[in-house]
């Protein structure tokens, strides 16, 4: 609603910005590496055209990614190693059967709201968002605390990632801090968000929604 009269560095959000899952929209860009997937942005029931596993060297068993983020996962994680870091991807793409499963499985829908995501409202149907841990302690609760999330946090952009959920953004994002959780955006969106200080909603309506 405020696009037009913001500057470049700063965006400002009504305060009713995210209620979730209401107003729902399709998002646009969908089967690209720059769609906005929230719980105000569907993806339906799409499937990305090409996913990759990745093998036991970078991830647990059954992970897959889209090509082009499998490609830039490989890379980073690869890159990471020559610094005497290393981590591994504990889960990677979820279709919109597996999610609508995970969802239902629960008591009720206030229960599944809190612990989890609807079906076609997840990153992890796009194929680009992972969740890693660092391979010598193997906690998500401690990864905040590891050289690995520090060294995240500071290069993932350069290999076209970006933590998705950052901290204290929760009243635009609609998630609580998630270190653990990347999302690949390419190189060019991902040095936007990582130089702008802005959560991945805030960059693309602000820069990237036509």
Known sequence: ??????????????????????????????????????????????????????????????????????????????????QGLSIYALSGYRSYASQKELYDAYGSQKEADIATTRAGFSEAQTGLCVTVVDSTNESLADFVNTPEYTYLKDNAYKFGFIIRYPENKTTITGYDFTPYQLRYVGKECAKGVYDSGLTWDEYYLLYLDA
């Open 1 to 82: 609603k405020n696009r037009s009269t913001n500057i470049n560095g700063s965006f400002n959000l009504d305060k009713d910005y995210l209620k979730a899952y209401e107003n729902v929209q399709t998002a646009k860009d969908i089967g690209t590496s720059t769609v906005l997937v929230s719980k105000k942005f569907t993806l339906d029931t799409y499937a990305p055209a090409k996913l990759v596993p990745l093998s036991v060297q970078y991830a647990s068993e059954s992970v897959e990614l889209e090509n082009e983020a499998y490609g830039a996962f490989v890379e980073m994680v690869d890159a990471m190693r020559t």
